[in-house]
């Protein structure tokens, strides 16, 4: 069984694109001086990019930049080279053996956080290598080969959700039509085309109190949390973004207006990465955004801090791999 069939098998949820071609493989190879080995050719005649399933980590870079990556395996392999050049790095982890560690003897097939890198080298085979200048464990070996790699890392995913959203659970629209049925339903129409909603239901409220806390992830590390009485209208709307240090929040009156300012708050933040790194949200915008538009509600306010504040409390006593957020 092929890799791409393997992958296909045992990770349905992962992100898989349209193949790449022969001359393409071709052109990426002598750009980068780096003949492939025959499983990454074929897994590129089958996917040309392979992506996590919650768009956190490319496993695979598609070879040239196209409108789904914002960086390609030529582009990142070039600026990692220039870097290299500049010897930036060795301020980093000088106790590192640069010669061991120069990034010509690598391929840098993916990323999962715009520094540590999969890699491969044509001696150790399919192996996929850890190449991170904050370690000096550089060439650690990943997993045996690029299947085993992807599904290693999703189930680190896995992990990470369950201890982010312990006490919780994904959530369901009941048949009451509550408001937040009708804005999950709204939500889940209006963002068919990016097929990925992460709409969760804070379960920790203990019984007979008022209030109901809901949270949607934007990303790996940014959310909107609504806070209502009751599920009725009105929300009160607390936006977190990484890797600004404040969290913002606002009151809206109407199920239109939590929608205009969730999907607003998403394009300001899904900001397309930049040699390796993720730019800071314009915070101007994001504070325009999430400006109040009618009168205060010191009451509701109230019960959203105690809602949050408890969820957070929550969360921490039963998470024990620590608050990751």
């Not at 990454?40 to 005649?45: I, K, Q």
Request: hydrophobic share 40%; glycine share 4%; charged share 25%.
């Amino acid at each position: 069984m092929s890799i791409y069939d393997l992958l296909r098998a045992a990770l349905p949820s992962i992100k898989l694109y349209r193949p790449a071609t022969n001359s393409q493989i071709a052109r990426v190879e002598q750009s980068l001086n780096f003949k492939f080995p025959d499983w990454l050719r074929e897994l590129y005649l089958q996917t040309n990019g392979v992506v996590s399933s919650d768009s956190s980590s490319t496993y695979l870079f598609a070879l040239e930049r196209t409108d789904d990556f914002s960086e390609s395996l030529l582009s990142w392999n070039q600026f990692q080279r220039a870097e290299w050049l500049s010897n930036w790095t060795s301020n980093v982890s000088p106790k590192v053996e640069w010669n061991d560690f120069d990034v010509h003897q690598f391929l840098l097939i993916g990323t999962f956080d715009g520094i540590s890198n999969w890699a491969i080298k044509h001696e150790t085979g399919s192996q996929i290598i850890l190449y991170d200048v904050r370690d000096e464990k550089h060439d650690e070996i990943f997993a045996d080969n690029f299947a085993d790699a992807c599904i290693k890392q999703e189930k680190w995913i896995r992990e990470i959700e369950d201890d982010l959203y312990c006490g919780r659970e994904f959530y369901m629209p009941k048949s009451n039509g509550s408001d937040v049925d009708r804005l999950f339903q709204l939500m889940l129409e209006i963002d068919k085309p990016r097929n990925v909603l992460h709409f969760h239901h804070a379960i920790s409220q203990r019984p007979n109190e008022p209030g109901i806390l809901f949270i949607i992830r934007l990303g790996a590390e940014d959310q909107v949390r609504l806070i209502s009485a009751n599920g009725k209208l009105p929300f009160i709307l607390r936006l977190s973004v990484w890797p600004l240090e404040e969290d913002m929040s606002c009151i809206v009156w109407t199920i239109k207006d939590a929608i205009q300012r969730i999907f607003a708050s998403r394009d300001c933040v899904e900001i397309s990465w930049r040699d390796g790194k993720r730019p800071v949200p314009d915070l101007n915008k994001l504070r325009s955004i999430w400006t109040d538009a009618g009168m205060p509600n010191s009451e509701l306010t109230l019960l959203a801090n105690a809602l949050c504040a408890r969820d957070d409390h929550r969360k921490r006593e039963e998470n024990p791999r620590g608050n990751r957020e």
